[in-house]
């Protein structure tokens, strides 16, 4: 079975600093996709970044990086020039790659951060 | 375009009361998910249905939990004789296809068993 674990239950950062968010997932499966979900006050869970295993090159999406260790089974979150807007839980989450290509379905998730940015 | 819609956002039910929650995916959407949040226990995966295929139910706690997806759109949850740990914001989410990797989720029921 798959787990996900996110250790920091929460953070802070102050407006334009940059913050780390760290997950570490347990698999036994070669291929795989992770990501990180945020779910602002008013619940909506919004896809901020995704990784493929396969890939070795990190997944960019303009401030949003992530830091994928494919060997010590992390992927942390870097997110630069913090906004307010950006104060949220982030999800971690784990999807297994299906044999006949594609995700195999559902998602497995940490048990989250809550991000606080700081005026 | 819409997104996924779920009804209704918030739910206050009696103890043993059966309760349906309703979820409709973006059109197109062959995949839907859905996903109980707890503060215990963080987002867990319940069921999800693929177009036509047998949905895959093994995330369902008990046989109280029902779900049906009618016309291969709209989804109901049902949860019969509810219990105090039922309580919980529930998600429904839908993707392109099981395949696809993006899922795209709803704003949730909140549900409250007193």
């Known amino acids: 079975a798959q787990t996900v674990t996110q250790s920091q239950p929460e953070m802070s950062v102050q407006e334009a600093e940059t913050v780390t968010l760290s997950c570490t997932y347990d698999t036994s499966e070669n291929n795989y996709y992770l990501f990180w979900y945020k779910q602002p006050p008013s619940r909506q869970m919004i896809l901020v970044i995704r990784q493929e295993a396969y890939k070795q090159q990190n997944a960019t999406e303009n401030r949003f990086s992530v830091n994928f260790q494919k060997a010590a089974k992390s992927f942390s979150l870097k997110i630069s020039d913090s906004q307010l807007g950006d104060t949220a839980m982030y999800f971690c989450?784990?999807?297994?790659?299906?044999?006949?290509?594609?995700?195999?379905?559902?998602?497995?998730f940490g048990k989250g951060t809550k991000l606080s940015v700081k005026p | 375009g819409a997104g996924v819609s779920q009804s209704p956002s918030n739910k206050v039910t009696e103890k043993g009361k059966d309760v349906e929650l309703r979820c409709d995916p973006i059109s197109g959407h062959t995949a839907l998910y859905w996903y109980r949040q707890s503060l215990g226990q963080g987002l867990e995966f319940l069921i999800y249905f693929q177009g036509n295929s047998a949905p895959d139910k093994s995330g369902l706690p008990s046989d109280r939990f029902s779900a049906e997806r009618t016309g291969g759109s709209v989804s109901t949850l049902t949860i019969q004789r509810t219990q105090q740990e039922d309580s919980a914001v529930y998600l429904c989410?839908?993707?392109?296809?099981?395949?696809?990797?993006?899922?795209?989720f709803g704003p949730g029921t909140r549900l409250t068993v007193t």
């Open positions: 989410a839908s993707s392109f296809r099981v395949g696809s990797y993006e899922q795209y």
């Open positions: 989450a784990f999807m297994k790659h299906s044999d006949y290509g594609g995700s195999q379905g559902n998602l497995i």
